[in-house]
């Protein structure tokens, strides 16, 4: 399923990562505007002081002492500053982080699906990230614009009708320098989507590599063509953005040099300022420019970390679109009856891209039931499967749990019913919120024929690089755990050697109908058709139900080729 392009707003001001950092605390961003203010105070202070002990006569063992003490003030409210702003930002990014993660899990399947998981891993990692390391310049540039700021009102304080000369002079720089990153910004967004299909190239990278060793004009097709030109794109994109900010923040210090040249060569022809204001002027300028110097440097990581704080706030509200309730740990419903009445599902078939059709569907399962279902490759079973426990919500139609519609958050409870083992099931490397004793749990992989495998300890597993099949008994062993009223198992036995494949039927499967559990098997292994007390068949998102196991060989030999 294609994925939606990122959505894209009017680009967001350097405003946007400090109002960021107001999500954690407006105490403790009001507490580094204060210490910033006093440091940049401290730094006035000491250009003030500068400059009077260079005049003839000035009392330098006070000044020497004055210039310690403010040294010292300087270098606490600098360090102070910084650290609070860093601790807010790493709170903020660390929220930021699992907000992301929480807005994924609360989503619905089908816009997650629809976003595309190569859009979610970049968003975790690599627009967090570059905002996370972008925090700790915010600091030091927040203090640095203080200093830069009691400059100007010390210039301001020698001679205000030059220091209105000199911004004449910086207003071009401002200016021009904006336009520039307007125009950067733009390719830095546009980079910012190319990483999107970087990432998901990268992806394909990893989980295909088999493929590609195993037949060379994929491998060079796709590594020589599709990973180099989007990789290239991304390229071209941020090069393109980064040497514009660069280029931009380069100009913006020169005029400034241009300003001190200015001071220095013209202003003594042309004015009757005396020499002490102007070699006032050209020390403040000169001791802004280190300050200055970093905040142009830094503007070019602050404008990528704008951009992916763009992209992961955009990304939220697209999840945020459709939220599904949060239930209480506690929630574990009960159910007498499961119906689907007039369910209909439409959805773009993965072979030819055309539009398919699930239903109008029919259903009703009961405890104790084990239920199996064929159909051909493409027929909707996986599709039906989600639908049933509520992964997906159906276009028309209506579920019932014991006569009462599922709507809201009887929907989300209604999940919480299942145990489910898809074909793309992930396996996790611990047993997470089960809390099950070790030792079950080491009794269950002794019957699973895992136990010379894996170990577990303290519900962590030992290893998880195992065959396919066995990562899909481990799958089943935390199904078992889970002991939930209903399972659905799409496609279980498929990797499974024969040996497991009969016990999973005729041990497995009835041990759990007869623990009252109800069953849904999507399965091809037309031998064991005849242990299901109801067999359904899914053609053409049509739903038919063959009555007795007896019947289910013949009735189902053309839906396992189909």
């Known amino acids: 399923m294609s994925s939606s392009p990122a959505p894209v707003s009017e680009p967001l001001s350097s405003r946007a990562v400090i109002r960021f950092l107001f999500q954690s605390s407006r105490r403790g961003v009001a507490g580094a505007a204060l210490l910033g ?119 301001a304080w020698l001679s205000p009708v030059l220091l209105g000369a000199v911004f004449a002079v910086a207003l071009v720089g401002i200016l021009s320098h904006q336009a520039v990153v307007r125009v950067a910004f733009t390719s830095i967004v546009a980079a910012r989507r190319a ?54 923040a380069a100009w913006g210090h ?4 241009l300003a001190v040249g200015t001071l220095l060569f013209i202003v003594p022809r042309w004015g009757s300022f005396s020499p002490d204001v102007l070699a006032g002027f050209v020390l403040g300028i000169l001791y802004m420019s280190t300050p200055l110097e970093f905040t142009v440097t830094f503007l070019p990581q ?28 506690s929630a574990r419903p009960s159910w007498s009856r499961l119906e689907l009445r007039g369910i209909t599902h439409a959805y773009q078939r993965e072979q030819d891209g055309r539009e398919f059709v699930l239903g109008p569907l029919d259903l009703t399962l009961r405890p104790g039931e084990l239920v199996m279902l064929v159909g051909g490759n493409g027929s909707g079973k996986t599709t039906l499967a989600k639908i049933l426990t509520g992964l997906y919500e159906p276009e028309g139609g209506t579920l019932l749990l014991d006569g009462e519609p599922l709507t809201g958050e009887r929907r989300a409870l209604h999940r919480q019913l299942f145990s489910a083992v898809f074909a793309d099931s992930h396996l996790f490397d611990k047993l997470y919120g089960l809390g099950t004793p070790d030792s079950q749990a080491q009794a269950l992989l002794e019957r699973l024929q895992l136990a010379h495998k ?28 889970e002991d939930r009223p209903l399972y659905v198992f799409d496609e279980w036995a498929a990797d499974q050697d024969p040996t497991f494949r009969e016990i999973f039927y005729t041990e497995v499967l009835p041990e759990l109908r007869s623990r009252g559990k109800g069953l849904l098997v999507i399965s091809h292994d037309d031998k064991y058709f005849p242990l299901a007390d109801r067999l359904l068949k899914l053609d053409y998102g049509q739903l038919t139900e ?16 189909g």
Not at 71 to 79: D, E, M, Q
Not at 227 to 239: F, M, N
Not at 465 to 472: D, F, K, P, T
Not at 546 to 561: C, F, L, W, Y
Request: aromatic share 4%.
């Open 302 to 329: 602050l404008g990528r970390a704008r951009a992916c704080l763009q992209n992961v706030q955009a990304l939220g509200l697209l999840l945020a679109d459709a939220p599904e309730p949060q239930l209480a740990p």
């Open 254 to 257: 020169t005029l400034f040099l």
């Open 37 to 155: 203010g006093l440091s940049g105070a401290s730094s006035t202070a000491l250009l003030a002081l500068i400059r009077e002990a260079l005049q003839p006569g000035a009392p330098l063992g006070k000044m020497a002492l004055a210039f310690a003490a403010l040294c010292v003030v300087l270098l606490a409210s600098r360090i102070a500053s910084q650290t609070l702003v860093v601790r807010l930002g790493q709170d903020a990014v660390f929220r930021l982080r699992l907000q992301v993660a929480r807005g994924i899990a609360a989503a619905p399947l089908r816009r997650l699906e629809e976003v595309g998981r190569h859009r979610l891993f970049a968003a975790l990692t690599e627009d967090v990230t570059a905002v996370a390391e972008a925090l700790p310049g915010v600091g030091a540039l927040f203090t640095d614009l203080c200093i830069v700021l009691g400059c100007l009102i010390y210039l």
């Open 454 to 481: 894996v170990h577990i300890t303290q519900g962590a597993l030992s290893t998880t690089a195992l065959s396919q099949g066995q990562r899909r008994r481990l799958m089943l062993l935390t199904a078992m755990l």
């Open 195 to 248: 990483q999107d299909e970087q990432v998901r190239h990268l992806l394909s990278l990893v989980e295909g590599v088999k493929e590609l060793k195993l037949f060379q004009p994929r491998r060079e097709a796709f590594l020589d063509g599709a990973l180099q030109q989007v990789a290239s794109t991304y390229r071209q994109h941020l090069l393109r953005g980064m040497t514009l900010l660069v280029a931009g």
């Open 546 to 561: 063959v009555r007795g196991g007896q019947e289910s060989t013949a009735r189902a030999a053309g839906a396992k080729h």
